[in-house]
């Protein structure tokens, strides 16, 4: 109840203030807003929406395909993010 606007704000906004940040933010400090963020998207049930659309975003920005996934990204920390998230069950057992 506490952090309901805040949920809905990020869920929201989640594109534009990746997008404001990129640039600000660290690798390491990418990685854990990255981490955060797929946690949060993940529990609203938008993590879809939220990867292909931040995915889509770094792949309108690049001026060489090659580079794609190859930096520190927010897109590609992000996608480890969830691949973290998704396989440590697996992984478990």
Do not use: W
Request: proline content about 1%.
């Amino acid at each position: 109840v506490v952090y309901d606007r805040l949920i809905k704000f990020v869920t929201l906004n989640y594109l534009p203030l990746c997008n404001s940040l990129e640039t600000c933010l660290a690798v390491k400090l990418k990685e854990d807003f990255a981490t955060c963020l797929v946690k949060i998207l993940h529990k609203q049930r938008v993590i879809k929406d939220f990867l292909c659309d931040i995915i889509m975003s770094e792949i309108g920005q690049l001026d060489n395909d090659h580079l794609m996934f190859r930096g520190n990204s927010l897109a590609t920390k992000s996608m480890e993010a969830y691949i973290k998230l998704v396989s440590s069950d697996y992984l478990h057992k």
